[in-house]
């Protein structure tokens, strides 16, 4: 057939670009392994191959004993990539401070004007349980609420690139998140302008919403005292320490919290893709899929 994949690099380039041109959406489940298989002549380990790419990619995910499906897009699987390359530049708290301050307040602003009601809901629903646990003491359910309440506001703002943005940051802005909820004055200082945030947006008020994420970031100018300009990795190594014991792996605490900060979406259905939907294509054909 021709145009067909004729390799596992060749049916893993085809599929992505059948995903990032909209032609495979988010949710979708991509046909069995046998059936991929058969409709471009390769062999099923061929074709785990070419998921297992995907995979990587942050393009598909793999469910045992499910299938694969075509994984939403996430900035938050940008920041999973980024994140090595912030630590070899020695990131400190002051650095994330100063991205987050201009990077969160625009997308503030812009949730106040763009934010529609199930943005509100999800929004109030997360702050109110980061509210309750402030009497609780759990710290680390603490970290993933507020970054799920971060998340929220750039999602609000109904701009992909700023959310991309955003997700870039995640793992930098969990790890100021970990030596934050473990400085009693910092979080009796900052929680405050979560809800000051909250009631700008509702209240359609861009400035004010702005206004209350840039103060709620620069409290820590005047808590971290010489923390502000320390690594930021080996603050998040500490508190995490004290929240988990020597042995937690602060890698891995990043790595288990990013999915799990994604604010709840409904089920949604997740139909297979009839085969005809990855018919091979000719290769220059101008078809979009």
Do not use: W
Not at 138 to 156: C, N, P, S, T
Not at 213 to 235: C, F, N, Q
């Amino acid at each position: 057939m021709t145009g067909q994949s004729t390799s596992s690099v060749g049916l893993a380039a085809d599929l992505e670009r059948r995903i990032l041109s909209g032609a495979l959406t988010p949710g979708a489940k991509l046909p069995s392994e046998r059936a991929l298989a058969d409709r471009h002549a390769l062999s099923r380990p061929m074709v785990r191959e070419a998921l297992r790419r995907l995979a990587e990619r942050g393009l598909v995910r793999v469910e045992a004993g499910r299938g694969s499906f075509v994984s939403s897009a996430t900035g938050l699987d940008v920041g999973r990539s980024l994140n090595l390359a912030y630590q070899r530049r020695h990131v400190t708290a002051r650095h994330i401070v100063e991205a987050r301050a201009m990077l969160e307040s625009q997308a503030a602003a812009l949730a106040a004007e763009r934010a529609d009601e199930r943005d509100l809901a999800l929004l109030s629903g997360t702050l109110e349980r980061l509210e309750d646990l402030e009497a609780t003491g759990d710290r680390v359910e603490q970290v993933r609420l507020d970054l799920a309440f971060h998340l929220g506001i750039a999602r609000a703002a109904h701009n992909p690139v700023l959310e991309v943005m955003f997700g870039s940051i995640a793992p930098l802005a969990v790890e100021q998140m970990l030596r934050s909820v473990s400085d009693p004055r910092t979080r009796r200082k900052s929680h405050p302008y979560h809800r000051a945030a909250y009631e700008a947006i509702a209240a359609r008020d861009p400035a004010a919403a702005a206004t209350a994420l840039r103060d709620h970031l620069h409290v820590a100018d005047d808590t971290y005292g010489p923390d502000y300009d320390r690594s930021l990795d080996a603050m998040a190594h500490r508190a995490l320490e004290g929240l988990l014991g020597p042995d937690a792996s602060l890698d891995a605490f990043v790595e288990e919290l990013l999915p799990a900060s994604d604010l709840p979406l409904p089920d949604l259905p997740h139909p297979e893709l009839p085969l005809d939907a990855l018919a091979p294509r000719r290769v220059g054909s101008g078809q979009t899929g």
